[in-house]
């Protein structure tokens, strides 16, 4: 298969982190949610995929082209081509604080042989950009749009978004997401997603992958997790019970005690309400999955 992002064994050493084994892949037509704690690695994983850090070991592709590991550097004039075909959004307004809304346009027009000045200016109007407004007089969520419409506006086939929507208001939240989604309407485009409001991510994604502390947690489906899990809320009194019957693998559920009780973590609501009708049991949402996998204790 031609993937549009494919990472293996990724590693990355710094002076009290390591990002260590971690597999990711994007595959044409398909939206990819990146999740985990502060600190835990994703940016410096987008980073090395961007080609913007050297990784210590492992290989990634972008595009059918090597970023790094074998045939990399021979490859390089290759890549330089790849990267005008990738919109990129970080957590931050890259562009500097006196250049214009109409001037990041002439950016574009000057980087990307591809730039479309009319579907620019339409980016700007829907979000709201005045052409004459500079930089730093962009709020942080408007300055999150205008780097949006800049990366959208050379016609991608794949975009790298890190807390593209972190700033923005739950209306314009949604704005983006239609965006993204008409994005994805047209060929075979894919989306990498970085982001910690992982309800952006249940209406978009199609698989979410989860690492911590550098390494790789879990990568699934985001039907598996929101259509498939599950919550059981059961009683302390109850848990012994929950874990014996025979529904969770020893050894693999994932145990969350507080005040009101035990939140316990099913891979299948469905078959654990016939096995367990009297034990609640609540749809799963990717924040639920994922704190219970990082913070749960294992049984």
Same mark, same amino acid.
């Given at each position: 298969?031609?993937?549009?992002?494919?990472?293996?064994?990724?590693?990355?050493?710094?002076?009290?982190?390591?990002?260590?084994?971690?597999?990711?892949?994007?595959?044409?037509?398909?939206?990819?949610?990146?999740?985990?704690?502060?600190?835990?690695?994703?940016?410096?994983?987008?980073?090395?995929?961007?080609?913007?850090?050297?990784?210590?070991?492992?290989?990634?592709?972008?595009?059918?082209?090597?970023?790094?590991?074998?045939?990399?550097?021979?490859?390089?004039?290759?890549?330089?081509?790849?990267?005008?075909?990738?919109?990129?959004?970080?957590?931050?307004?890259?562009?500097? =604080?006196?250049?214009?809304?109409?001037?990041?346009?002439?950016?574009?027009?000057?980087?990307?042989?591809?730039?479309?000045?009319?579907?620019?200016?339409?980016?700007?109007?829907?979000?709201?950009?005045?052409?004459?407004?500079?930089?730093?007089?962009?709020? /942080?969520?408007?300055?999150?749009?205008?780097?949006?419409?800049?990366?959208?506006?050379?016609?991608?086939?794949?975009?790298?978004? =890190?807390?593209?929507?972190?700033?923005?208001?739950?209306?314009?939240?949604?704005?983006?997401?239609?965006?993204? /989604?008409?994005?994805?309407?047209?060929?075979?485009?894919?989306?990498?997603?970085?982001?910690?409001?992982?309800?952006?991510?249940?209406?978009?994604?199609?698989?979410?992958?989860?690492?911590?502390?550098? /390494?790789?947690?879990?990568?699934?489906?985001?039907?598996?997790?929101? =259509?498939?899990?599950?919550?059981?809320?059961?009683?302390?009194?109850?848990?012994?019970?929950?874990?014996?019957?025979?529904?969770?693998?020893?050894?693999?559920?994932?145990?969350?005690?507080? =005040?009101?009780?035990?939140?316990?973590?099913?891979?299948?609501?469905?078959?654990?309400?016939?096995?367990?009708?009297?034990?609640?049991?609540?749809?799963?949402?990717?924040?639920?999955?994922?704190?219970?996998?990082?913070?749960?204790?294992?049984?």
């Amino acid at each position: 298969m031609d993937y549009l992002i494919k990472v293996e064994g990724l590693e990355k050493r710094y002076d009290g982190f390591m990002l260590s084994g971690v597999e990711l892949a994007v595959e044409p037509g398909s939206v990819v949610g990146f999740v985990g704690s502060n600190g835990a690695g994703k940016t410096t994983t987008l980073k090395a995929i961007l080609g913007l850090v050297e990784p210590d070991a492992g290989s990634i592709e972008l595009l059918g082209e090597p970023v790094a590991g074998p045939g990399a550097r021979e490859r390089a004039r290759a890549l330089d081509a790849v990267k005008a075909r990738i919109g990129v959004v970080f957590d931050t307004c890259v562009f500097p =604080d006196t250049c214009r809304v109409a001037d990041v346009g002439l950016i574009g027009r000057a980087a990307y042989p591809t730039w479309r000045r009319e579907r620019y200016e339409e980016l700007c109007r829907a979000f709201g950009l005045a052409p004459a407004k500079t930089v730093k007089e962009l709020s /942080r969520g408007m300055g999150m749009k205008l780097t949006l419409a800049f990366a959208l506006a050379h016609d991608p086939e794949l975009l790298v978004l =890190d807390e593209a929507t972190a700033g923005l208001d739950p209306l314009a939240r949604d704005e983006v997401l239609d965006i993204l /989604r008409d994005f994805m309407a047209e060929g075979d485009r894919g989306i990498l997603m970085s982001t910690h409001i992982t309800s952006d991510l249940e209406k978009i994604a199609d698989e979410v992958v989860c690492i911590d502390e550098g /390494r790789p947690v879990f990568a699934l489906p985001k039907d598996a997790i929101c =259509d498939e899990a599950g919550v059981a809320r059961c009683r302390a009194s109850e848990l012994d019970a929950v874990l014996g019957s025979g529904v969770l693998e020893p050894g693999q559920a994932r145990v969350l005690r507080h =005040d009101y009780g035990v939140d316990v973590l099913v891979p299948d609501r469905f078959a654990f309400a016939r096995a367990l009708p009297q034990v609640p049991v609540d749809k799963a949402s990717i924040e639920d999955y994922m704190t219970l996998v990082l913070k749960g204790e294992v049984r």
